[in-house]
């Protein structure tokens, strides 16, 4: 049997283990399409605030690590697929046959279509190539302009941060990390952003990068605000896309992302999806949604390398889970944070301390906690997590925690931990 995995992430990674341990005697390949060996996106970071060197960001760092396990490395690009042949087109002109295949393409940074995104001073964050040019515009005093201020664009600030460099954040949404965050704690999050000296525009877009004729800055920035800003570096932080366009003209459904079942089967026997690029049914409502995390990555690598090796695992279900870490001030959301209406059973209550930037959001569906947000509470946040993936029930703590939100750690220890009977 052999298998082909597209893409040597995380996701890409953990299923070539995990099936090495599965299926001993069989063939693997795992392609990656940088030239560089399989890394973190998440250590970027790590690497621009210059904590790390490039190795730091290897996902292995044992040299032959994959050789040791007989898994081949190829480096291409999937340009199209041949589910008939049960095999891949690669950009270099070479297939390459496969019994089982796992798509874990991950996924690309957006480029919005802004005049001027493509001067060499506009760069996205996204891979080691990315770093090493960004390292080179932002040094100390450089005036940067970073578009995005969700999840990748508050990871990437902290960097930049620390590069001591003079930062503007433009964000379209009406609060930062709006895609996970309510709009009181997003507010709370651009509070302690300003205090630490970073500038921050919200309900605004770029609507156009022009150079500038004189020598004292290569960029100006014109805001949909009408607002000029002068700026050595931009950085576009404006989301990601699952990399699915070799897809096209095949039988492998995709949406948003690639539809898996339960097992991240896609559409096409024989063909699996995991990690950014996967579209998988949610935990609580059975919807497809894309996860583009990496624990959920990891747990769909698992799942799908164990299915391809012939067995019968199954996911229970994606939960949506962000742990955000900006400028010193953690902050989670996890499942369906936003909340579920009055008429489905939905009740939700907030617990705002400004002062001590304290938050936690606590959203039910019934008397079973659904989703949370939280800021600043980092000792028992995997409490919340355990209360919401093992759909708890509550019981009387529902209402007890409508009132005292804060007592949630009590409520797990009295309703999921079992008695211990005592032996006389």
């Known amino acids: 049997m052999k298998h082909v995995i597209l893409g040597n992430g995380p996701a890409g990674v953990v299923a070539a283990e995990t099936l090495r341990h599965a299926a001993p005697a069989d063939e693997i390949v795992l392609v990656g399409a940088e030239d560089a060996p399989p890394y973190s996106r998440m250590a970027i970071p790590y690497l621009l605030e210059e904590n790390i060197d490039e190795s730091g960001t290897y996902l292995r760092k044992s040299p032959g690590h994959f050789e040791g396990l007989r898994i081949r490395e190829l480096r291409g690009r999937a340009v199209s697929l041949d589910e008939a042949g049960r095999r891949v087109l690669f950009d270099d002109g070479h297939f390459e046959d496969y019994d089982r295949l796992l798509i874990a393409t991950g996924s690309h940074p957006v480029r919005p279509p802004i005049p001027g995104v493509d001067l060499p001073e506009v760069h996205t964050c996204w891979t080691l190539e990315d770093a090493r040019a960004i390292a080179r515009f932002a040094q100390p005093g450089a005036r940067v302009l970073q578009l995005g201020a969700g999840f990748i664009g508050c990871i990437i600030m902290e960097a930049l941060e620390a590069r001591g460099v003079e930062l503007t954040v433009v964000e379209m949404g009406d609060r930062m990390v709006p895609r996970m ?23 605004a877009g770029v609507r156009r990068i022009d150079r500038r004729a004189s020598n004292d ?27 699915v366009a070799f897809l096209e003209s095949t039988g492998v459904h995709v949406a948003k992302g690639v539809l ?34 990496q624990p959920n990555a990891v747990d769909q690598a698992r799942v799908a390398a164990l299915n391809m090796a012939g067995g019968d695992t199954r996911l229970k279900g994606v939960l949506a889970i962000n742990v955000l870490a900006t400028l010193g001030l953690i902050s989670s959301s996890f499942g369906q944070w936003w909340g579920e209406d009055a008429s489905k059973g939905g009740a939700g209550v907030e617990h705002v301390d400004e002062v001590a930037y304290r938050y936690l959001s606590l959203q039910f569906r019934d008397d079973v906690m659904i989703g949370a947000t939280s800021i600043g509470l980092t000792e028992h946040v995997g409490v919340l997590r355990g209360l919401i993936q093992g759909k708890v029930p509550l019981g009387e703590w529902k209402d007890r925690l409508l009132h005292s939100p804060l007592q949630f750690v009590d409520a797990y220890i009295a309703r999921s931990q079992q008695p211990v009977a005592l032996v006389r």
């Open 181 to 203: 965050m309510t709009p009181q704690a997003g507010g709370m999050i651009r509070k302690w952003v300003e205090n630490k000296g970073i500038r921050v525009v919200t309900n």
């Open 217 to 243: 800055a290569p960029l100006d920035v014109t805001l949909s605000t009408g607002e000029v800003v002068v700026a050595d570096l931009v950085i576009v932080a404006a989301g990601v896309a699952p990399n």
């Open 260 to 293: 898996v079942d339960d097992r991240l089967e896609t559409s096409v026997s024989g063909i699996f999806a995991a990690g950014d690029v996967a579209e998988a049914p949610d935990l609580f409502t059975g919807e497809h949604l894309v996860a583009a995390i």
